[in-house]
């Protein structure tokens, strides 16, 4: 199958600082690209979806200033969590969807992130 | 809008025993299904999925799947489980605009 790789796999970041999240498709073309946050024991909760040289969408309840997506190549998208604070301390998903095989969305790793 | 529910939340099995594990859609078109597992702290991987066709679907580590239209289930087995099958599992369907909606997960443990 085709991998997508997130980096870094864990980050630890004072209050009040960012910390940028990114995510790759290592082979295949990637138009759109998923955010999620998944709190402990909990599923994922889709926070945004993100195509290729547009905005993101972000979904309802999910500050779009606070969490910045960018996807501005057919390869990476990142997710910069801005000011953080440790509500926002989570596990951050990624998922990409493309050509050739789009029938079908790849995960990252996920990204642990932990604000103190 | 599409919902999905795993109603175990937990699910406690001896190796070498079998394991089914429940997933119910709502969904108003034809459901494109899947299953993922995950290990603690890391992404999800793709057992298997449902489009179309053959409703016993065969994924991969041995795991299968019966789509049932009529009960809108999509329940995953596996006839003799492995230690290394301890781990969460979560049913996802997918929406217009290709987004997953995910169940709340079932997480296996495995007894020796």
């Known amino acids: 199958g085709a991998v997508v790789s997130q980096h870094p796999s864990w980050v630890i970041c004072k209050s009040g600082t960012s910390v940028k999240i990114e995510c790759r498709s290592l082979?295949?073309?990637?138009?759109?690209m998923f955010w999620y946050r998944q709190f402990p024991k909990q599923s994922l909760m889709l926070m945004a979806t993100s195509n290729e040289g547009s905005k993101a969408t972000y979904e309802q309840g999910v500050e779009k200033d606070k969490f910045l997506i960018n996807h501005a190549s057919l390869t990476l998208s990142t997710l910069t969590v801005t000011s953080a604070h440790p509500e926002d301390s989570s596990f951050y998903i990624c998922s990409a969807l493309g050509q050739p095989v789009n029938t079908e969305a790849f995960f990252g790793q996920g990204t642990r992130l932990t604000v103190v | 809008a599409q919902s999905v529910t795993q109603p175990d939340i937990h699910i406690t099995v001896s190796e070498g025993a079998s394991l089914e594990l429940r997933c119910n859609y709502s969904?108003?078109?034809?459901?494109?299904l899947f299953w993922y597992v995950q290990s603690p702290g890391q992404g999800l991987q793709l057992l298997l999925k449902y489009f179309s066709g053959d409703t016993l679907v065969q994924g991969i580590k041995g795991f299968e799947a019966e789509f049932k239209r009529s009960q809108s289930s999509f329940n995953l087995r596996k006839p003799s489980v492995h230690w290394s099958d301890a781990a969460e599992y979560f049913c996802a369907v997918k929406a217009a605009g290709n987004k997953l909606t995910f169940g709340g997960g079932t997480r296996v443990l495995v007894k020796p």
């Open positions: 969904y108003g078109a034809t459901p494109y």
């Open positions: 082979d295949f073309q990637a138009t759109t």
